[in-house]
């Protein structure tokens, strides 16, 4: 049975990725190297940000609103995307007559699952970027093969004849 064997080496202390990784979720991880768990970070973190627009809408995400201002905080660490949200909620969707808005905003619980959604995302996303600021890179090596080892055959017990 052949087992890959990794081993790790020396931590890296990289602001720039961490920086990309705020920037586009995925991104930092990618610029070290480590494509294929960027798509996989930026598929998680991006699916959790939209679902929350699109249960909440855009109203989900409001940095100037008194009780969701908390919220952002959160929602603000999935980088320039929530404040893009965020932009489209204060200058569009808060500007339409009264009677507008209520078509656009969701009410109650809804918009609540929204705001938690888009929040969770930018938790993630912090965990994401701390990985890609204290990032330990892992290498493959081969495995050592054992000398006494006759290729994987084995003598069979039993009585001697």
């Known amino acids: 049975m052949n087992h890959t064997q990794f081993q790790l080496d020396e931590a890296r202390f990289s602001l720039l990725a961490a920086f990309l990784a705020w920037i586009w979720p995925g991104l930092g991880h990618i610029s070290l190297g480590e494509k294929k768990r960027g798509v996989y970070i930026m598929i998680g973190v991006l699916f959790l940000f939209f679902c929350g627009v699109l249960v909440g809408g855009f109203d989900a995400v409001d940095r100037l609103s008194g009780s969701d201002r908390l919220w952002f905080y959160a ?36 918009n609540e699952m929204g705001t938690l959604f888009i929040a969770l995302a930018g938790l993630m996303n912090l965990i994401v970027i701390i990985d890609a600021l204290h990032f330990i890179p892992r290498r493959q090596v081969a495995p050592k093969s054992d ?13 001697d004849t």
């Open 147 to 159: 000398p006494g080892d006759s290729g994987g055959a084995e003598e069979a017990g039993g009585a």
């Open 75 to 110: 929602q603000g660490l999935c980088g320039p995307i929530a404040f893009a949200a965020d932009f489209v909620n204060q200058n569009y969707i808060k500007q339409l007559p009264a009677p507008d808005q209520l078509r656009t905003q969701s009410l109650g619980r809804v």
